[in-house]
């Protein structure tokens, strides 16, 4: 049997925890991670987009606003080349949605792992010079693609980096010389000259910090989109807690429902009189049933496999779902056929099954109902693994 030894950084953890709510090992956890002192520990649990640092602080973000913006404007043809993996999958959804919110003419490519290998190459570059591409712009990927980057450049286009990963360089007796891809602009924290406070960003909030800022330099109200987000992300995890997702977890339904609100912000129109609210109950909505009827027919594939960001007709319908197909009519029949399934589901469960499975959906663990109900967590996990098992019978 493993035994597993908590690191314990020095703190008053019991202080920590009657404090913020948590427990002693939580505050363990927060404490290794050097977050340290009241404010920060508040920041760290409940900070908010506004506590985010200005993306304009990092190292070439102005050239980029400067260039993208501009060609916009011309409508040339920019193409985002992305990575194959779930940073990369991100980065290349936010880039690919803002710009399409800025009117770009915009598409995406993203590496074949065995084809093409990691990151920018030269087949990626052909691909793009064959489809008339003007620009290219990376995300989580092209700070070590200097030679790439010389090739595209002498082929006329334009290239931004986007990146996170660290910059490769040369020793150089005592120091080092950093190597830096001769782009049209770089935006990379780990730059050594970049301003930008906190180092540790993933590919996709590099490229959320980039769309950030060409909205405000193109006059898009870029603090109107995050209020809303932030706004009703709680109707997005209750409405995820409702629902139960084979082979997956809230998590990933929150996820889901998270996309639902960015269509949401992305496609309301005022004038079609309707509500910001109502609309986003219709998005939010389509966007979990759909994830859920996608796991009943593929039960334990990722649930973002039913989307690919290479092909263009599944982009166009990803991207169309929420205002062309999406209406009250058949949100309300899939909400009655939730309703009669839950009421059959109900009737086959005993009364101790029903009781774990409402304080589950409630958003408890299983220690914590074990605790609510007075029951040894062993027969809360057996209570749960029943539930699961006759949950699957009716799909």
């Not at 409940?46 to 190292?59: E, F, P, R, S």
């Not at 880039?95 to 074949?112: C, Q, T, W």
């Not at 712009?137 to 286009?157: H, L, P, R």
């Not at 998270?258 to 609210?277: N, T």
Request: charged content about 30%; hydrophobic content about 40%; aromatic content about 8%.
């Amino acid at each position: 049997m493993e035994n597993w030894v908590l690191l314990r950084k020095g703190a008053d953890f019991q202080h920590i925890s009657e404090k913020f709510h948590i427990s002693p090992r939580v505050a363990s956890l927060i404490r290794n991670r050097d977050v340290i002192g009241d404010d920060a520990i508040e920041k760290y649990l409940n900070g908010t987009i506004a506590d985010l640092y200005d993306g304009m602080l990092m190292k070439d973000m102005d050239k980029a606003v400067a260039v993208l913006g501009e060609k916009i404007k011309e409508n040339a043809k920019i193409r985002i080349i992305g990575d194959y993996d779930i940073d990369g999958i991100q980065s290349t959804y936010i880039l690919l949605e803002g710009f399409r919110m800025l009117g770009a003419d915009v598409d995406s490519d993203i590496p074949d792992r065995m084809k093409d290998g990691y990151g920018l190459n030269r087949n990626l570059i052909d691909r793009a010079l064959e489809a008339d591409v003007d620009t290219i712009v990376t995300c989580d990927n092209g700070i070590a693609a200097a030679e790439e980057i010389a090739y595209a450049k002498s082929m006329g286009m334009t290239i931004v980096v986007t990146d996170h990963h660290e910059v490769p360089y040369t020793e150089i007796g005592a120091g080092r010389r950093y190597i830096l891809p001769e782009a049209d602009a770089v935006v990379d924290p780990k730059q050594e000259d970049c301003t930008y406070p906190f180092k540790g960003l993933c590919g996709a909030a590099v490229a959320y910090k980039l769309v950030e800022a060409l909205m405000e330099a193109m006059g898009k109200d870029a603090e109107d989109a995050d209020y809303l987000m932030e706004k009703y992300k709680g109707l997005v995890r209750k409405k995820a807690r409702a629902m139960f997702l084979i082979g997956g977890d809230t998590d990933d339904l929150i996820q889901e429902g998270m996309i639902g609100l960015f269509k949401a912000v992305r496609d309301y129109q005022p004038d079609r009189e309707s509500s910001f609210q109502s609309f986003a109950n219709i998005c939010i909505d389509r966007q979990i049933y759909t994830a859920i009827k996608s796991s009943n027919r593929q039960k334990h594939q990722p649930l973002n496999t039913y989307v690919s960001l290479s092909d263009g007709e599944a982009e166009e319908n990803f991207r169309d779902s929420c205002v062309e197909h999406d209406n009250p009519e058949s949100i309300l029949i899939d909400r009655e056929n939730v309703a009669a399934l839950e009421n059959e589901m109900k009737k086959s469960l005993s009364p101790l099954e029903n009781r774990v499975l409402q304080l589950y959906l409630d958003g408890n663990g299983y220690m914590d109902i074990a605790r609510i109900l007075g029951k040894t967590p062993k027969s809360i996990d057996n209570a749960l693994q029943r539930i699961r098992g006759k949950i699957k019978s009716y799909f």
